[in-house]
């Protein structure tokens, strides 16, 4: 009778824990369709959602295990409901080519090159937007610096057409440039701009952001430096900091996304954004910027794509294009320049 007892009672709990779990997954997959402020606790879900998902795969393969054929439906249909999530990170298609009658487009957070003074990874980076035949180029974290050269007089050689944002943002183009404007966001060093393309006769409206970072990095680099100083700190004090810089992030980044899409929506000609979001896929940020646009890897990209090169493979460089367009091609190429990698697209308009 207390064998029974323990079986039954293990089996309710295992069963409380996949009502919660999967209470948490759907909270989580529609947790970006609201502002971050004052709904944090949902929209945090958002960023462990693979994790939640995984759980729910082993509690599938623990039902099955165990004949509950009718409980292993709850982990089964969550699972599914995660699909149109799981593509914005892989998509099962093969790799495609290019389409002559497409253009490149390519966005690339390069860190500052590194801070070099040699430019020898300005040009390295250059050289890869010739490989990749690039005809619109958005570089975010630019610096126009190398020494006491400017990166933009090689730059331009390839690249005639030049706009620049704040501080760091740049748009380089093959094709004329016929108007441009910065995309200021109050109390931070981020920014956005745009810039108006006339490819061939065709206006297009070509959007660079750089949204507000989260801050995980900055707050690590700042405890590793209180240890070196013999400093103390303690594990709760260091969660408790990563978690409100989140948060804080979240919200910063909510207003601007904000901002940059309702000048995509009141714009005249077609639009294409791209950018480092500093956001992953479902976020209200990316549902933010995304409207009604295509997100370029979930219409022609393949496999895996990560675009952070850091400890967290994660998502936050992006390119979208409005429904008018269609997409050939979405990659990103494994350059180690910078913490990000570039993201490219070919695209017909």
Sequence with gaps: MGKLAVIRYTNLMLLVFQIVLTIFTFIGLWGGNVPPLGNTASAMLVYVLPLLIAFNVIMIILWLIMRRWIITAIPAVTVLSCIPYMLTLVQPRTHTADSPDAIKVATYNVAL?????NGFIAQDILAEMKRNNVDICC????????????NSDSYKQYFPYMATGRGDMVIYSKYPIKDSRTID??????SAMWAIVNVKGKQVKVFNVHLETTGFNRTLHAAGKMEMQGQTVETNSLLHAIYNNYTFGMIVRSGQAQIVAREVREAKEPCILCGDFNDVPYSFTYNTLLGNMTDGFKECGSGWMYTYRGKKPVRIDYIFHDEGMTGVNYYKVPLTYSDHYPVFMSIKL
């Excluded at 090159?113 to 003074?117: A, D, I, V, W």
């Design 185 to 190: 966001f109050e109390e931070t060093n981020n």
């Design 139 to 150: 570089l975010q974290e630019y610096s126009n610096q190398s020494g006491d050269k400017k």
């Design 113 to 117: 090159f590194g801070r070099e003074t």
